[in-house]
């Protein structure tokens, strides 16, 4: 009965510590959003995940937090968020969240800090990112295609779920144009340029028919963008922070499945 009364005794304990724990989150939660103070907040997390281990049922969550956190105040260069929010995607509940918080974090790492700029990938580097949760860092990569180095993006289409690469601008910069040269490598294809700033406003480019194995040359100014449904006014391209190149095949056409494109020259002023 004694051995009973212990293992009983270690139970409540054990419930004790977790109602403190989760009463813990909650309070940092609220330290957060409401008190807008997220280093408290930082700190809270961080105890927390401290105490506990990767098996805990608290963990996983208090890893999201923390990593948002980390995100939402651009802090993405030491690698807590990265390590937070990988620790998050082990948990089902929360892999969907953790992942688009992932690509938030890579976005703001390769954030571009001045224009104008320009990439003929004959260096290999382009601050692009999948914006497609999930994505293979096989899916790009540089080649060389009739004597020109260029970018090869291999993306897989799927009704319902454009593919698309990302790229994140710094505050204050005022974007005029975007060009690039695109290729659709094995068949026919369809883009589009999305413009978004940090208020959830989007804008549209039209449709970018590609021919298979015939390069073209897209060169968009501000009055080629359509604001989203919901979106209020015109573009304010010094609003921008963030660009995207997607690929809507699978919502214009009957293609599906896996297909490579090819970009080249890609400049933004």
């Known amino acids: 009965m004694a051995t009973v009364g212990l293992i009983v005794a270690a139970g409540l304990a054990w419930a004790d510590d977790a109602a403190r724990d989760w009463g813990t989150l909650h309070d940092a939660l609220l330290v957060e959003v409401a008190d807008g103070t997220p280093m408290v907040a930082e700190e809270l997390y961080r105890e927390l995940l401290d105490e506990r281990k990767p098996s805990d049922p608290l963990y996983g969550a208090v890893a999201y937090w923390l990593g948002r956190n980390r995100v939402l105040a651009g802090a993405v260069d030491d690698g807590t968020a990265f390590e937070a929010l990988s620790a998050a995607v082990a948990d089902p509940s929360l892999r969907p969240a953790a992942l688009t918080l992932l690509v938030a974090a890579d976005l703001r790492r390769h954030e ?132 995207s190149i997607e690929d809507v095949s699978g919502e214009r056409g009957a293609v599906r499945g896996e297909h490579t494109l090819l970009l080249d020259d890609v400049r933004l002023r």
């Not at 800090?113 to 260096?123: G, N, V, Y």
């Not at 690469?165 to 005029?176: I, M, P, Q, V």
């Not at 604001?227 to 015109?234: C, F, K, V």
Request: glycine fraction near 10%; hydrophobic fraction near 40%; charged fraction near 30%.
């Open 112 to 243: 571009i800090k001045q224009l104008p700029a320009e990439w003929t990938f004959e260096t290999g580097t382009f601050p692009a990112v999948r914006v497609r949760p999930g994505g293979k860092p096989s899916d790009l990569g540089v080649r060389r295609d009739d004597g020109r180095v260029v970018l090869a993006w291999t993306t897989t289409v799927r009704p319902g779920e454009p593919d698309g690469l990302g790229l994140r601008l710094a505050a204050g910069l005022e974007l005029d144009e975007i060009r690039f040269s695109a290729r659709a490598l094995d068949r026919d294809a369809v883009l589009r340029v999305t413009a978004r700033d940090d208020d959830g406003g989007a804008w549209h480019s039209d449709d970018l028919a590609l021919a298979a194995g015939a390069w073209r040359e897209v060169s968009l100014q501000r009055r080629d963008l359509a604001a989203d449904p919901g979106t209020r006014g015109p573009v304010a391209l010094r609003r921008v922070s963030e660009l």
